[in-house]
């Protein structure tokens, strides 16, 4: 039985758009990988609210993390983590020699826009990078309160991960200001994991021009001077399956409209929520939450493992806590295909296992 996942990514991927996955090859260098391209880019800036150039890697999110982190800081980076995801994006900077500080906030809390604030007033840094939705507890940054902050500071670049969220939350990535704003396929675009997605601000591509050490392979300056001179190609051979897959998966996204699609989430966010309240409770600060994942404390002491066992012999599995939340949390993702139908049948499951 093929089991439906309520993992925060990878997430259901429909059986049409993994048969587009099939199709034959094309060559990278063709008109017709150019049109793909174009078609892709154009889709992505209307899903992600931007008119900036769109760059794909054939990588997971971390490749375009390193990507915005290295080519975006000529002086020093502040990065702040609301937990997991976070903490991965200052060990990014770390190994690759980009100076960076930390900024954390405890656990199921946010980063505001105070923390954003303090840290720029120093003058110290000219590149942000901020988490929009931390996977591992399940907090929605306030990313309109922090995008007022970011406006006395426009010669800092903001970079966003928005890995679990873009396509499932709305994010008005050139209204907020946001210059990077980075994704991989295998969340709520609903796509097969392999490729990363990120948007280039003019005044982020500037900047990596006072850059000197980019890197070679994520270097986001010459990934955008390719795009330009090659008529939409790519310095590197990338995943052209994926590609294929894109490009039907987000026609399909506008086709049920972009906001019927962050409704839906919502919906589906909010079923979940009051699903949890009523018989554990949700982890994080109610300010802040996710729009595309719940994570649920485990007030009852269940095991989570047990637990998750059965609904996978049941045909659905869902997330165990991530890293330190393991068995402390569990977490139901809300994101890309799944419909409310789904929430009720995962819910209803959970309760019949546990004998609720
Ligand atoms: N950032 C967040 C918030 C994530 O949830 C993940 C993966 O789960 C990543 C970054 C890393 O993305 P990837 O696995 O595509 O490299």
Redesign the pocket.
């Known amino acids: 039985m093929a089991t439906k996942l309520f993992i925060?990514?990878p997430t259901e991927v429909s059986p049409e758009i993994l048969a587009e996955m099939s199709r034959p090859m094309m060559g990278h260098r063709s008109k017709a990988a150019s049109e793909l391209q174009r078609r892709i880019s154009d889709n992505l800036r209307r899903i992600l609210y931007t008119q900036s150039e769109i760059i794909l890697s054939t990588?997971?999110?971390?490749?375009l993390?390193e990507g915005a982190v290295r080519s975006c800081t000529a002086k020093r980076a502040a990065i702040f983590s609301v937990g997991a995801?976070g903490k991965?994006w200052f060990k990014i900077a770390k190994m690759n020699g980009v100076p960076a500080d930390f900024f954390e906030s405890p656990f199921g809390e946010a980063t505001t826009p105070e923390m954003v604030d303090a840290a720029l007033s120093t003058g110290k840094y000219d590149t942000v990078c901020i988490?929009h939705?931390?996977?591992s507890t399940g907090v929605q940054n306030p990313f309109e309160e922090i995008a007022e902050v970011m406006k006395k500071y426009p010669d800092v670049v903001w970079c966003a991960?928005a890995?679990?969220s873009a396509a499932g939350a709305k994010i008005e990535t050139d209204r907020l200001g946001v210059d990077v704003l980075v994704t991989?396929t295998?969340?709520a675009l609903a796509l097969p994991?392999g490729m990363?997605i990120c948007t280039l601000s003019p005044k982020a591509y500037e900047r990596t021009a006072h850059v000197e050490n980019r890197g070679c392979y994520f270097d986001l300056r010459d990934l955008y001077d390719v795009i330009r001179k090659k008529d939409y190609q790519y310095a590197n051979t990338p995943c052209v399956s994926i590609m294929y897959a894109m490009d039907l998966q987000l026609q399909r996204i506008l086709q049920e409209g972009v906001e019927n699609r962050f409704r839906r989430h919502a919906a589906m966010a909010e079923y979940v929520r009051a699903w949890a309240d009523e018989y554990f409770s949700v982890f994080a600060n109610r300010k802040y939450l996710s729009n595309t994942l719940t994570v649920i404390s485990n007030t009852r002491g269940i095991s989570v493992a047990d637990l998750n066992k059965e609904l996978i012999r049941r045909g659905m599995q869902l997330g165990n806590g991530y890293g330190d939340l393991k068995e402390k949390t569990f977490r139901i993702a809300h994101m890309g295909e799944l419909t409310m139908d789904d929430m009720r049948a995962v819910t209803e499951s959970i309760v019949d296992v546990l004998g609720l």
Do not use: I, L
């Open positions: 925060p990514g990588s997971s999110g971390t490749g993390m995801f991965k988490t939705n931390e996977t991960d890995v679990s991989s295998q969340k994991p990363a």
